[in-house]
């Protein structure tokens, strides 16, 4: 049975905002998780077959979510929400 | 009404060690089940012979907005192995908070002893524990669940007289940010609500504040001290709530069963149902 090892944790900040990295590998796959520190939902994932490689992919994809994070602002009558 | 603090219940009644499941693997007498926000990372790897809960499609209505039916919960835990009296022992990622959300749904329908895997999966990859991919079968069981213990669960009047009577103490766990309605929803989630800010009269105590770093429960009393310095000694009802009322259930667990606190209640409707009634009274600092 498989153990995971490489282990590895770190917090920077993406688009200003705090963010939570962690990355292992399991077999020969790393996994990486970034969540958003608080409340440390998860917010990408990315596999690959090095450490860079899964935490390059999954930096990508969170820089892209993060610049889309809006501080607030006077609502408006009809704001967007998604699933709503 | 005034309340009294009851004895803090021993963490050993309401949490086992990584080590201890690691020697529980094969233990017939109790079951394991993971629940995560993650709902992937159980397809990843898992603890072995644990079973996987999808918090968005088993833990909730999957019609209206409530939490689990007392029917489905039943065949879900029946399908599960777990029988009325079977220990339950839950774990999953960022600090146990999904876990903490399933604890308190089996503490609504009565189910006894169930309790958390301290530190969660996260304290079980860093320690190079054993992960699998194979999914167990456990033989169907028999559950007849309780009804519903809405001792521990607040609706919105309740909440709103917390509020405007100042009937309980509320505790908001959300992030200063969204506490102060600087962002509507913690960075990357979707906006689910219409107002920023916070239940006036609320204290703002985020909920992974309980934690350590390596997801473990923080002792009673740094516990006590966090709450307590902040005026929630457990003399008066309390109501937790956040954004959809897990994180919440988080806290819950540690004022109810490990600070003791007697009348503790997760106000699951939360942010996502405050901030969206018309007319509500919102408070931002």
Partial sequence: ???????????????????????????????????????????VKAQGATKEAAESQALKDAQALMEKVKKSKP?????????? | MATQTSQATTKSAVLVSTDWVAQHLSDPAIRIVEVDVDTKAYGEGHVPNAVGWAWDTQLCDTLRRDIIPKAKFEQLMAESGIGTATPVILYGDN?????????????????????????????????????????????RASYKAQEPDTSIRAFLPEVMKASSARAAQLVDVRSPQEFSGEILAPPGLPETCQRGGHVPGAANIPWA??????????????????????????????IAYCRIGERSSHTWFVLKHLLGYSNVKNYDGSWTEWGNLVAAPVEKP
């Fill in chain 1, 75 to 84: 609502p408006t009558g009809c704001t967007s929400v998604p699933g709503f």
């Fill in chain 2, 95 to 139: 600090n146990n908070w999904f876990a903490a959300w399933a604890f308190w749904q089996l503490k609504v329908y009565g189910h006894k002893d169930v309790r958390l895997m301290d530190g969660g999966r996260k304290k079980w990859i860093a320690e190079g524990r054993e992960l699998t991919t194979e999914v167990p079968k456990p033989a």
């Fill in chain 2, 209 to 238: 504040k309980a934690c350590n770093d390596d997801g473990t429960f923080k002792g009673v009393e740094e516990l006590r001290a966090l709450y307590g310095g902040a005026g929630i000694t457990g003399k008066q009802p309390v």
């Fill in chain 1, 1 to 43: 049975m498989p153990k995971p090892e490489d282990y590895s944790e770190r917090k920077t900040q993406l688009a200003g905002w705090p963010v939570h990295i962690v990355t292992y590998r399991l077999g020969t796959t790393y996994y990486t998780t970034i969540d958003n520190t608080d409340p440390g939902a998860w917010v």
